[in-house]
Nanobody, 121 residues
């Protein structure tokens, strides 16, 4: 499956952004989806994940209550709504597809190219 992430940008602290990840290729509903992020000099870290049906979601403690992951299987797209953004949210955000929702990068088989999110203070 091919993944294309979009929606990143430069915003001020407190603003909102919505990231999208469009999938093509194999059946989208075969995969759980995840969002990860990587800041300069840091390891890639888990942000959120969603089951193939969308009925189960998982979040990192750092984004719980501010970010919402969702998916539209009819559009083969997963979203990450990010509210109340903070400077520490600045990173390249990646979407990923795997057999089950997982908090580790090794739980995913396919990765998008990443989209930059920069939050200024």
């Amino acid at each position: 499956v091919q993944l294309q992430a979009s929606g990143g940008g430069l915003v001020q602290a407190g603003a909102s952004l919505r990231l999208s990840c469009a999938a093509s290729g194999r059946t989208f509903t075969s995969y759980a989806m995840g969002w990860f992020r990587q800041a300069p000099g840091k390891e890639r870290e888990f942000v959120a994940a969603i089951s193939w049906s969308g009925d189960k979601t998982y979040y990192a403690d750092s984004v719980l209550g501010r970010f919402t992951i969702s998916r539209d299987n009819a559009k083969n797209t997963v979203y990450l709504q990010m509210n109340s953004l903070k400077p520490e949210d600045t990173a390249v955000y990646y979407c990923a597809a795997g057999p089950k929702p997982h908090v580790g990068v090794l739980g995913y088989d396919y990765w998008g190219q990443g989209t930059q999110v920069t939050v200024s203070s």
